[in-house]
Each structure stands twice: as structure tokens, then as C-alpha cells.
């Protein structure tokens, strides 16, 4: 039997650990669930999700640099509205059924980008998406953003991590987009099945003509690169070489794609610019 020594510790463990889980959960930020959490079937298969809508947003909110018009965005209650049925419409997919994979790519692809824009419409103005990531307490944009599909939240960690990077194309990383200018472009056009390949290749030719995220010095023979490529390094390659090799194609000169295709070139990595992707700033 427990002594009344032992009996007064295990209840002091657990009010600690009962004090802990409620200060846990008045100190987290709230979960914000996107889309008809109470859609029914029948539901619609990803072939069958209709982009369009999103489409227009992007033509009509979108520049040629990738930069958001948030301040006339936000101030159009119909766009608003219109958003929001798009991810309704996303949240309807039925994505247990076996789907080819262009089609699951350009679904969560646009889902990602998507989620991300109502996000920053939701806090806007607002500088940077970073102003919403707490790190510990606190609403923390990437995890408790969500989007419910076939009765399940994914986050947009979820998404990339757990859907989009187990795909094993590491072009994702040129065509998700965070809200910042650090940021791959924020293409003016929604992503499809049909033109996915061709897309995701221009976004790549896109990201690299940056010279804020790469360059490179012929003489050293050494490339500069976004730390996209960093942090995401083992999608690219086993190493340094293989990552040089993987974008060689995408390069923007001659001299630059030769020396990554042979996986030779010195690395090193810029800094990453956090401020938001916002066409006000351009003003």
C-alpha cells in the first residue's frame, strides 16, 4: 500500500500536470477551421475540383512579380466571399480515393496557397506572416490555420510536410508560397493536372532569374541560393552536389547551369526576406 508520503507526491504530480494542461490551453492560440466542416457526401473527387474560381483571384489580385494586392482584396466583400466558397469547395474533396498524382499536387498546391492568402487576409495590414507564428503560446498561423477535407483538419504544416514533401517533387518549394517575398512568386494563375509539370518548371526558371535568391560568381565557380534549399535540402539531393544538379536545368545562364550539372560549385545561402508579398509596399 501507498504510504501517505508517496500518496501526497502523486497528488502533487498531478495537480502540476493538471495546472500545466490548463495553462497550456488558456495560453495556446484558438484553431481556426476552414471550409464546411459539416459537408456531407456525395463528395468530389480531386480530378473534379473545380479551380476556377481561384483562378480569377489570382489574375485579379496577382502581378507579374508574384506581389499580393491585399489592400483592395480585403476591401471587396464579394473576392472575400469568394475565397471562402473556393476553400468550401476544397474542403468537399474526396481524397481517399486513388487519384493521379498531378492532380493531387495542383489540389494541395492551391489548397496551401490558398489557406495561406485568407490567412493574411484575416490579419491584414499586417507586415509579415511571421507577426502570426508564435512560437510557444499563442496563435501560431502555420499550425492552427486549417482546412477540414473528408472530416479531417490539416494545418499548413500538415500539408506540406505530411502530404506535399512525401510526394518526392521538390519543385514544391518553387510553387508553395508563404506570404513573404522570400518567398517563391505567388503565380498569377491557379495550378491544374493538365499543366502542372510545365508550371512547376516556369516557377523554378522564376525563382532562380531572382537575384535575391540566387547567384553566381563564374570566376569562384560558387552559387549563392535561397535558404529554401537549405532548409529543405534532402528533397533536393543527398548532397550539395545532387541539390546543383537537380536545378541545373532551371539556371538562368549558361556558365551557371554547366558548373551545377557537373555538381562542382561552391555553396553558400542568402538571406531570407520575411516582409509580406504586399503590392502596397511597391506603392
Known amino acids: 500500500m501507498c504510504s501517505r508520503l508517496q500518496r501526497s507526491i502523486f497528488q502533487m504530480f498531478c495537480w502540476q500536470v493538471a495546472s500545466y494542461s490548463f495553462m497550456s490551453s488558456a495560453l495556446a492560440g484558438p484553431v481556426i477551421v476552414l471550409g464546411d466542416v459539416k459537408q456531407a457526401a456525395p463528395r ?74 485568407k490567412g493574411i487576409l484575416r490579419e491584414y495590414p499586417t507586415t509579415s506572416i511571421r507577426n502570426h507564428t508564435a512560437k510557444v503560446f499563442g496563435y501560431n498561423i502555420w499550425q492552427d490555420l486549417q482546412l477540414s477535407v473528408q472530416g479531417k483538419p490539416y494545418s499548413l504544416e500538415q500539408i506540406e510536410h505530411e502530404i506535399l514533401r512525401k510526394m518526392s517533387e521538390p519543385r514544391i518549394h518553387f510553387a508553395i508560397v508563404c506570404a513573404s517575398i522570400g518567398c517563391p512568386p505567388l503565380r498569377s494563375e491557379a495550378y491544374s493536372a493538365e499543366k502542372i509539370d510545365e508550371q512547376l518548371a516556369d516557377n523554378a526558371r522564376r525563382f532562380f532569374a531572382q537575384r535575391s535568391k540566387f ?6 565557380r560558387s552559387f549563392a541560393v535561397s535558404p529554401i534549399l537549405s532548409w529543405f535540402a534532402e528533397d533536393f539531393g543527398a548532397s550539395s552536389a545532387k541539390l546543383l544538379q537537380m536545378v541545373s536545368p532551371y539556371l538562368p545562364d549558361p556558365a551557371a547551369r554547366q558548373v551545377a550539372k557537373e555538381g562542382t560549385g561552391d555553396l553558400s545561402y542568402l538571406d531570407y526576406d520575411w516582409n509580406l508579398n504586399d503590392q502596397a509596399t511597391k506603392r
Open 215 to 220: 547567384q553566381f560568381d563564374p570566376q569562384r
Open 44 to 117: 468530389t473527387s480531386l480530378e473534379n475540383i473545380d479551380h476556377s474560381s481561384w483562378n480569377e483571384l489570382l489574375k485579379n489580385y496577382v502581378d507579374r512579380q508574384g506581389m499580393v494586392d491585399y489592400t483592395r482584396w480585403k476591401a471587396t466583400p464579394a473576392d472575400v466571399a469568394a475565397l471562402d466558397a473556393y476553400i468550401n469547395h476544397l474542403s468537399t474533396a474526396e481524397i481517399t480515393r486513388r487519384t493521379p498524382r498531378d492532380a493531387q499536387l495542383a489540389y494541395w498546391i492551391n489548397a496551401y496557397n490558398a489557406v495561406t492568402i
